[in-house]
Nanobody, 120 residues
Framework: QVQLAESGGGLVQAGGSLRLSCVVS????????MNWYRQAPEKQRELVAS???????NYADFVEGRFTISRDNAKNTVFLQMINVKPEDTAVYYC??????????????WGQGTQVTVSS
């Protein structure tokens, strides 16, 4: 019904920048909120940023103004622009969709994740 495909991860030095992308495909659903999560080794998955259907954005405290979530509705794509990255940003980053089926049931979907590694 819905598929998410992340890209843009890789190796970057501390202080550098990276842009993650998430392409949404499928049919029979509507999107309420798109989210970026991350999970570092030995840590729980945590919410990084979200953007609602109206464009409202929210960020975790640790973002500290360094990341920006945005979307291109025409291309069914959500982005996470990361600047001034830190080694502690190293994690697998996941795209998550929260929405509704055509029947009105709640729908959640996850991407496969993309690795971000920040070197000192």
């Amino acid at each position: 019904q819905v598929q998410l495909a992340e890209s843009g991860g890789g190796l970057v030095q501390a202080g550098g920048s990276l842009r993650l992308s998430c392409v949404v495909s499928g049919n029979g659903f509507s999107i309420n909120t798109m989210n970026w999560y991350r999970q570092a080794p030995e840590k729980q998955r945590e919410l990084v940023a979200s953007i609602g259907s109206s464009g409202t954005t929210n960020y975790a405290d640790f973002v500290e103004g360094r990341f920006t979530i945005s979307r291109d509705n025409a291309k069914n794509t959500v982005f996470l622009q990361m600047i001034n990255v830190k080694p502690e940003d190293t994690a697998v980053y996941y795209c998550k969709l929260d929405g509704r089926t055509q029947r009105g049931s709640r729908l959640a979907a996850w991407g496969q994740g993309t690795q971000v590694t920040v070197s000192s």
